[in-house]
């Protein structure tokens, strides 16, 4: 068997996420339909995390094995000839046999994009709110409220470190075994874990919220997000952040912000 790590790129606006589904379009099930025409094998490929549905990927890491002798710079070619516009592969690697791109992972970093289309405060007399491109639409929350910008990076602080994210995760118990975590853990630190980089900066006119963690929880990147908007929108102060993560409940949090504007960015390997 040829053991193959892929990293590719994606837009998935037009995707169910990255895991297969019966009769919806997935991330994996389209990468394992190519890698089916090009080589006539039946695979899984084995994602470093499952993308929900409208969440793009910059490095998204998927480990494969075929028994087909294809020199990498051929699959490489073969599968972007293959594949939609909206998947591309960027690199192939050999790897050694116990490679698994979720279980080997080390650190996820992940980034989420607000176009901020009101100032904060208000301008009085009131202005027009600032406009989003329908062609930066599709990758941004075009996020209606003033938000005080020194208000996302105070909630953004409180996060980093250790912390058990129950508060962060999805509601449904079942949904929360879709889990973006890089190894295995015992069922009482199921919900801990660990954010080395979490900060928000401005670019181009868009907010940007970098986290870096060990891994992460179903919807944890948007709950956090969302929870900091209502922050920096002054419905609850930053300060309650701690609280938040202490009461362990999903109720406690902000609302889940909208798939569109998470990217995931890089997938850190020993």
């Known amino acids: 068997m040829h053991h193959w790590k892929l990293t590719l790129a994606y837009d998935g606006t037009s995707f169910n996420g990255w895991q297969v589904q019966p009769n919806?379009?997935?991330?994996?099930?389209?990468?394992a339909a190519a890698l089916h025409r090009i080589t006539g094998e039946t695979l899984l490929p084995q994602g470093s995390g499952r993308t929900d549905a409208g969440v793009h990927a910059l490095a998204q890491v998927a480990s494969i094995?075929?028994?087909?002798?294809?020199?990498?710079?051929?699959?490489?070619?073969?599968?972007n000839r293959v594949l939609p516009q909206s998947i591309r592969v960027l690199t192939i690697e050999s790897v050694s046999e116990d490679f698994h791109a979720r279980h080997s992972a080390r650190r996820k970093t992940y980034e989420y994009r607000i176009?901020?289309?009101?100032l904060y405060p208000r301008a009085i007399p009131p202005t027009l709110d600032r406009i989003?491109?329908?062609?930066?639409a599709p990758y941004v929350w075009d996020c209606p409220y003033p938000l005080?910008?020194?208000a996302l990076e105070n909630a953004a602080d409180y996060v980093r470190g250790t912390h058990d994210f129950t508060s962060f995760t999805a509601v449904n118990p079942d949904q929360t075994s879709r889990?973006?975590?890089?190894?295995?853990?015992?069922p009482e630190a199921s919900f801990v874990r660990t954010i080395y980089h979490s900060s928000w900066h401005r670019s181009d006119g868009l907010y940007l919220y970098r986290v870096t963690g060990s891994g992460f929880l179903h919807h944890m990147v948007r709950n956090l997000v969302g929870t900091f908007v209502e922050a920096a929108a002054r419905r609850i102060s930053?300060?309650?952040?701690?609280?938040?993560?202490?009461?362990?409940?999903?109720?406690?949090?902000?609302?889940?912000?909208p798939a569109r504007g998470l990217f995931l960015v890089e997938?850190?390997?020993?």
């Open 24 to 31: 919806l379009p997935t991330i994996q099930g389209t990468l």
């Open 65 to 79: 094995s075929l028994a087909t002798p294809i020199p990498a710079t051929n699959l490489h070619y073969a599968l």
């Open 115 to 118: 176009f901020p289309r009101a």
């Open 132 to 136: 989003c491109s329908p062609m930066l």
């Open 148 to 150: 005080d910008f020194a």
């Open 179 to 186: 889990d973006e975590s890089t190894s295995s853990e015992t």
């Open 238 to 257: 930053a300060d309650d952040i701690p609280g938040i993560l202490a009461a362990r409940n999903r109720s406690a949090a902000g609302p889940t912000a």
């Open 267 to 270: 997938v850190e390997y020993a």
